[in-house]
């Protein structure tokens, strides 16, 4: 209860050094704490893992989008690689800043396996336009995957909040394959191996996800003709 107030000395920070991060980690932990109680699972666990598990973007946050107000993007200097690996590194900041704050370990879970071991996709995409032979690696996040039903619910929130922003022209037809591709890649990519979560769950929380994106877009219920 106490980790979850935003007021926390660590949570304030991060609204001052990064308040796009910090936005975003709100919505994340409103979608993952709904999510949590359709399926029985630890709603304030999830909700508390979210509010924290992007505080290592404070390290340098122009470098995330969220962040970005002036249209400068910082990347446009660096090479894809380079830009690979700040975005990377903002996990082992996270974990370094949460045990200088005394976070839990069960907190700490959350920050290690947001990403799990998936890959930073656009900067890998684009040092394959120089160079074919790019090793994904490179681009990928250590992990691990996430291993429990509240860190996989994590790691499905946090994607779709955050791929949400670029949707042009919702509509609810839109979300729902937006939300079933961004999980379904997730899936492919064997990402919920090792969390004991069931395909059933899973869809479960794809119907909270659509529904409320569907509300946060303000969207009617498209009736057929």
Do not use: W
């Amino acid at each position: 209860m106490e980790l979850s107030d935003t007021n926390s000395k660590l949570l304030k920070e991060l609204s001052n050094k990064a308040p796009g991060t910090f936005h975003h980690s709100l919505n994340v932990a409103n979608l993952a704490e709904a999510s949590a109680n359709e399926i029985g699972a630890n709603a304030m666990l999830v909700r508390v893992g979210a509010l924290y598990h992007d505080i290592g973007k404070m390290k340098s946050p122009t470098y995330f989008i969220e962040n970005q107000s002036t249209g400068i993007n910082p990347h446009d200097e660096l090479s894809p690689k380079e830009s690979a690996r700040i975005i990377i590194d903002h996990v082992i900041n996270g974990i370094e800043i949460a045990k200088k704050n005394n976070l839990p370990d069960r907190v700490i879970d959350f920050i290690r396996t947001h990403h799990g071991t998936s890959a930073v996709y656009y900067f890998y995409m684009q040092e394959k336009e120089n160079e074919p032979e790019a090793d994904k690696a490179d681009f990928s996040y250590p992990g691990p995957k996430p291993f429990s039903k509240e860190t996989a619910i994590l790691m499905m929130c946090d994607s779709v909040e955050a791929a949400s922003k670029s949707l042009k022209n919702p509509t609810s037809s839109k979300i729902d394959v937006f939300v079933e591709n961004v999980i379904n890649k997730q899936i492919d990519e064997d990402q919920f191996l090792n969390a004991n979560i069931t395909f059933k769950e899973i869809q479960s929380i794809k119907k909270v996800l659509k529904h409320k994106l569907a509300n946060i877009y303000h969207l009617r219920i498209e009736y057929p003709e």
